[in-house]
């Protein structure tokens, strides 16, 4: 990828070259959101811990291996955003900081929309991959997590959080999950965007006994600090490997 060669451009070359810029546009993960909790009127409200994020590790790692490069990182992440609202906000959240690399990752709340959506969350992901290429800058779509395959026993005393764990764990289980994620692969192809595979990892995980709703601060949809670790060496295989 060109962001490397910038990258490895500003190691040396400190007057010359312009620091590199990294833009993460995405939903709740993105933003760095974890734990999730009921108020005394079964209200849901999110933790927020920004500094745990996936977008701080993987500029973490590049800058163990860059160490002379300053990079800028841009969290454009915000809870509950879908491909629909990011469409709205690109150009103030994302393009006006002329970015070198925008990490792209939607899906999680699309999905809620069901199959009716399904060609509407293609769409738009094409739409936001145009505007963003248009710019120069190079996009990566990182997929997400699973969402909750079952509804944990915590929830017990909350309707909210049972009503929602049930109607999430059936788009899971019902694989509407997964056409979303195989719509998000298709469109990136088409727009020649590379795509960094995390929700792949996360099903061959399941599929070889681990247990991904626990691994789930919220036991729904946010992934567990440690886990943005994975997220972030998938993002450096990918910008090596591409």
Known sequence: M???????????TFYTESAVTIVAFGDSVTQGCFECYADRNDGIHTEFDTKECYSRKFVQI??????????????????????KKAIERIDFDVLRYQPDLVICCFGLNDVTKGTPELDGYGERLGEI???????????????????????????KNSDAFINLS?????????????AYMAKAKEVALA??????????KWKKMAENGVDTTELLANL??????????????SLVETVFEN
């Not at 590049?62 to 491909?83: H, M």
């Not at 727009?191 to 792949?200: E, F, G, H, K, Q």
Request: proline share 3%.
């Open 2 to 12: 060109k962001f490397l060669k910038k990258l490895a451009e500003r190691q040396t």
């Open 62 to 83: 590049l800058q163990t291996l860059y160490p002379r490069a300053q990079i800028n990182l841009i969290n454009s992440g915000i809870s509950g955003d879908s491909t």
């Open 129 to 155: 991959f145009k505007k963003i290429k248009a710019t120069g800058a190079e996009c990566i779509f990182m997929t997400p997590n699973m969402i909750n395959s079952y509804s944990s026993r915590r929830f």
């Open 166 to 178: 049930e109607r999430l764990a059936k788009l899971q289980n019902e694989g509407v999950m997964d």
């Open 191 to 200: 727009n020649d965007v590379v795509v960094c595979d995390c929700y792949a």
């Open 220 to 233: 729904l949809n946010h992934p567990i600090r440690d886990l943005h670790w994975l997220f972030a060496h």
